[in-house]
């Protein structure tokens, strides 16, 4: 009898330990798959045609988000650091449809390409421009037409060239990336600059994206799809 019950102990002990084994395993199975699933998440590309959102990439205004209208742009508060935010953030005036030079919609926009940005709220007539003054407040124009061919070249005014600082140049850019946005219809060393609740057209350091398209800088965005 007594050899019976040792021989019980240890299958229980046996079949505990085989439990908490599977249980562990099915943890680590299931931590592996969701760090997957945000990754995922977080790389998948931003395509011309897509609606972004554009958060400050500055340590201080991390809560923030872009918003614009007719009148200008401004600063709104965004908690969430993520495409899946609040009201605030996802409002028609925050959510900005982002079309690539040339490109047909749903491709990958690479580091580098010009690019135009629209406002959901107010459609494709309406889109982000600035003033060649460094004083001048980036606002909503309208502006008629589609932006292809040499139509470019009349609509530079609406035309920003966007830099990743995590892609390479001629690289898909993608979601959660820091990136900035130059603004040659200005001057050759303007880059969109958030500076108070305002955005303007403003000089940046080295004109390049590493200096540029960097967190803890005014001319740093993080781009989400919404």
């Known amino acids: 009898n007594n050899h019976i019950s040792k021989l019980s102990l240890r299958m ?34 931003i ?6 959102i554009l958060k400050s990439a500055h340590s201080n205004c991390s809560k923030i988000s872009l918003s614009c209208n007719k009148s200008g742009c401004q600063w709104t508060h965004c908690p969430s650091n993520d495409a899946k935010v609040s009201s605030s953030c996802s409002s028609e005036n925050a959510e900005f449809k982002i079309t690539a030079r040339g490109e ?17 709220k107010y ?9 060649k003054s460094s004083t001048a407040q980036c606002h909503l124009a309208s502006i008629k037409g589609h932006m292809t ?21 001629s ?32 000089s940046c350091s080295r004109n390049d994206k590493t200096s540029c398209a960097k967190e803890d800088s005014f001319t740093g965005f993080k781009i989400f799809k919404s």
């Open 12 to 45: 229980k002990f046996l079949s505990l330990a085989i439990f908490v084994g599977l249980f562990l395993a099915a943890c680590v199975s299931c931590s592996v798959a969701a760090k997957s699933s945000n990754n995922n998440a977080r790389r998948k590309t």
């Open 47 to 52: 395509s011309s045609g897509d609606f972004i």
């Open 104 to 120: 047909t919609l749903g491709k990958p926009i690479k580091s580098g390409e010009k690019v135009s940005l629209t406002v959901r």
């Open 123 to 131: 459609g494709p007539q309406y889109k982000l421009t600035c003033g």
């Open 149 to 169: 061919g040499n139509n470019w070249l009349i609509y530079e005014k609406a035309t920003f060239q966007i830099f990743s600082k995590e892609a390479k140049d």
């Open 171 to 202: 690289t898909p850019i993608h979601n959660g990336d820091v990136v900035g946005l130059k603004y040659l219809h200005s001057s050759s060393k303007a880059w969109l600059t958030k500076s108070g609740k305002f955005l303007y057209p403003r």
